[in-house]
């Protein structure tokens, strides 16, 4: 009677103990499953770091020479995209031409500027020879040369044109193919929801982008559930440029924008707490165009209501402070603080990259709990080393948060 009633029970034990280890095993599972929201403003570099991470995803390590070998990059595009970022960047170069032909319209006459300014529609819409003719005419101007020399911080000049018009001898032809350097600077509106998956270390990362575009956020709460990190993209080189996309939420009546002085948590951009207070003096408020707004302010007060949503409380946050470069560009012919007044007040108040910087984080963290973190990195994310270098710096810190527990799936 005794054996018989042991053999039930040694099964029920041996059932729980396979239970156990597959709920052990799913656990392990999960905590290697890492999804990576990336947010930001439009016009951010949000597009730019996705296709670094196409060309991360189609890298490769080699064991026996433990050192790190590419494919080639457009491995990781297909020819139709490939073919279709030929039209993207001509579009790009005729788009920034237009603004400036409308910049420098009042002084110049020209019926190519004018054409430029006003239908530059019909340009893209060209045959291919008389548009490459078209663009490889406006280029010789005196005009557009001697503005490229005195306005090249101008606001209404898209960044990349400053990569392109200096290689329009390569790009304006009839046989063009994108290098992979031309495929990263062009500038291409994210319209929906993107979404690229692949394996590094022993993890699975699913990185999705979405839109930056203020009708695009809408779609954004959608996929807060489960976040294991943010990834909240700007641009440095934003402070000097304007958005129409006016959040009431930062402006009163007047069109003055409001103020604060809170104490800030500091945390440097090495990731560790330094237990000082920063103060940002509230100055005097800018008033800005009927209409527009700063879209470095923009980029805060939406980092911040993305902070505060409940769904990503446990998320880890991760700031990219982009576009390093203009920043230093812009810096040597524009004073900081004629767009942004409290910077007079700072703690090193000169025009130094590293000063505006540190500045700019900490506007991202004003308001922080004492519970909250942000690990912010200077990035160029048209370069691919600085981005992969990055990346892997977020990945051990989400990785190891994983194995605390603190942000399971």
Not at 205 to 221: A, H, M, N, S
Not at 237 to 257: D, H, I, M, W, Y
Not at 333 to 350: A, H, L, Q, T, V
């Amino acid at each position: 009677m005794g054996l018989a009633s042991c053999k039930p029970e040694r099964d029920a034990e041996r059932q729980n103990r396979q239970i156990e280890s597959q709920i052990r095993m799913e656990n392990q599972a999960n905590k290697r499953k890492v999804k990576m929201l990336l947010l930001g403003i439009s016009d951010s570099g949000k597009s730019t770091i996705v296709k670094q991470m196409r060309f991360f995803k189609n890298s490769r390590l080699v064991d026996k020479q433990n050192t790190y070998c590419r494919v080639n990059y457009l491995d990781g595009f297909n020819e139709t995209e490939v073919v279709n970022a030929i039209f993207v960047i001509r579009n790009n170069i005729i788009d920034a031409f237009k603004n400036i032909s409308n910049i420098i319209l009042h002084s110049d006459i020209n019926s190519v500027i004018k054409l430029f300014a006003h239908e530059s529609g019909k340009i893209e819409m060209m045959q291919e020879v008389d548009e490459l003719k078209i663009i490889n005419t406006v280029r010789d101007y005196t005009c557009i040369k001697e503005f490229f020399e005195r306005f090249s911080c101008h606001p209404a000049v898209p960044d990349h044109i400053h990569y392109f018009f200096p290689n329009l001898d390569r790009i304006a032809v009839a046989n063009y193919i994108p290098t992979p350097e031309d495929i990263i600077h062009m500038r291409q509106t994210t319209l929906g929801v993107h979404e690229i998956s692949f394996d590094y270390t022993k993890h699975t990362i699913r990185l999705i982008d979405v839109g930056g575009q203020k009708t695009e956020r809408r779609k954004w709460i959608h996929f807060f559930e489960g976040v294991t990190a943010v990834m909240f993209t700007c641009s440095l080189a934003s402070f000097n440029q304007t958005t129409e996309e006016e959040p009431k939420s930062f402006v009163e009546g007047n069109g003055l924008r409001k103020q604060s002085i809170p104490a800030v948590l500091w945390e440097s951009s090495l990731n560790k707490v330094q237990n000082r207070i920063m103060v940002r003096s509230s100055g005097k408020a800018r008033v800005e165009k009927p209409g527009m707004i700063n879209r470095l302010d923009e980029a805060v007060e939406l980092f911040r209501s993305i902070r505060e949503n409940h769904f990503l409380r446990t998320s880890t946050f991760m700031l990219f402070l982009n576009k390093v470069d203009l920043l230093a560009k812009k810096l040597s012919i524009i004073r900081f603080s004629e767009y942004f007044p409290d910077y007079k007040k700072w703690i090193n108040g000169d025009n130094s990259v590293a000063s505006v910087a540190e500045f700019i984080e900490s506007m991202f963290r004003e308001g922080l709990e004492p519970d909250q973190k942000i690990y912010a990195h200077l990035i160029q994310a048209t370069v691919t080393t600085n981005v992969e270098f990055t990346f892997a710096l977020c990945c051990d810190v989400i990785f190891e948060r994983n194995l605390e527990g603190t942000t399971l799936e």
